[in-house]
């Protein structure tokens, strides 16, 4: 029986092996260490990359008959983006049941295993828009409960130091973000910014990082997770899901108890046009990266909704240099059409009043 059972622990070993051939080189002893620490010494019997993030690998594995995500975060570290401070974020998370179980986490070496959540539509959730405005509203709520993540500096000062590196990058033609960097400064000027009322935040709650498994609301990637304004996550879901003024204040409502009043609403018109300026910087920041002998001589960006509808009809594929690339102009644009929106001037002399 002895015999037996080394036989099935070397075969699975063997098939385990076999399978992660398909990781990087580099990358497969640390994730060997993972599942070992993990699941002992079960084989792996499947194992799906995921196209889903820019700046990690993702794969879907099988062990026992479960499914679970392997993930292999960038080695490159930034300012933003370091596992070091984002996978204790992810566990915290995890332990409140807003994010899945985490089952291994080496921040060092950038590898996590967690269940995989199987996702529905958020159009199927059962209460319709204003129900998962509510539920949003209660996640969001859970998340700031939790004790403070670390802090990385206020928003408005990582925003104007990714702007400082896109324009030392060259990226855009001299003078073409200059409305956008007034634009900034005017709305870093009035945002009433308080580090005494920051919380725990994960900054990129758009609809992909929001799984719903028909029954509850999970948030997913959390690389970004940090210290953030309380409505950072809020503007976020603003933008993407609840996007009416309807959705907006059974969202509030649901996230403070209470209301929303003139300066939150304020407030609110503010910080989306933070967010707007954030994802447009970083997408800069990728691509300045990746092609530092790019130059873009104009500002030409299709709309959101054209945007969305290029990737939904495979004009653009997610994830690639192209669309990052113009993902980041489409959000540059969005900044811009922010600042001539009457919404906006309304929402600076509220504040500065």
Not at 119 to 143: I, N, Q, S, V
Request: net charge negative; hydrophobic share 45%; glycine share 8%.
């Amino acid at each position: 029986m002895g015999c037996r059972r080394r036989h099935d622990r070397r075969a699975g070993q063997k098939d385990r092996l076999l399978i992660l051939e398909n990781l990087p080189e580099e990358r497969r002893p640390a994730a060997q260490t993972a599942l070992r620490s993990a699941f002992g010494a079960a084989p792996v019997a499947a194992l799906t990359e995921i196209k889903t993030g820019a700046s990690a690998l993702i794969y879907r594995i099988e062990v026992g008959g479960r499914p679970y995500l392997l993930r292999l975060d960038a080695t490159h570290r930034d300012n933003v983006r370091d596992p070091l401070r984002s996978y204790p974020c992810m566990v915290a998370a995890a332990e409140v049941g807003i994010a899945p179980a985490v089952h291994y986490a080496d921040a060092a070496a950038g590898v996590a295993i967690m269940d995989f959540v199987v996702g529905r539509p958020l159009a199927t959730h059962p209460g319709g828009p204003d129900g998962l405005a509510h539920d949003l509203g209660r996640l969001a709520a859970t998340l700031q409960a939790l004790p403070l993540f670390p802090s990385i500096g206020d928003y408005p000062s990582i925003i104007g130091g990714m702007f400082d590196e896109v324009l030392e990058s060259k990226l855009y033609d001299d003078g073409l973000l200059a409305p956008h960097r007034a634009g900034f400064e005017r709305i870093r000027d009035a945002y009433p910014w308080d580090d005494a009322a920051l919380v725990s935040s994960h900054n990129d709650s758009h609809a992909g990082n929001i799984l719903f498994d028909g029954e509850k609301l999970w948030l997913i990637d959390w690389e970004t997770a940090y210290r953030n304004d309380p409505l950072a996550d809020i503007a976020i879901i603003t933008m993407y899901i609840a996007n009416t003024p309807d959705l907006q204040e059974t969202l509030i409502r649901s996230w403070l108890g209470r209301p929303s009043d003139e300066v939150l609403r304020a407030r609110l018109v503010l910080m989306r046009m933070l967010v707007r300026l954030f994802y447009a910087t970083a997408n800069a920041f990728y691509v300045a990266k990746a092609r530092p002998d790019l130059r873009e001589t104009d500002m030409a960006a299709p709309t959101p909704a054209e945007f969305r509808a290029a990737i939904d009809n495979g004009k653009l594929i997610s994830n690639t240099f192209e669309t990052q690339r113009v993902g980041g102009k489409v959000a540059f644009r969005s900044f811009i059409d922010g600042l001539a929106a009457p919404a906006f001037a309304d929402a600076l002399a509220i504040l500065k009043g």
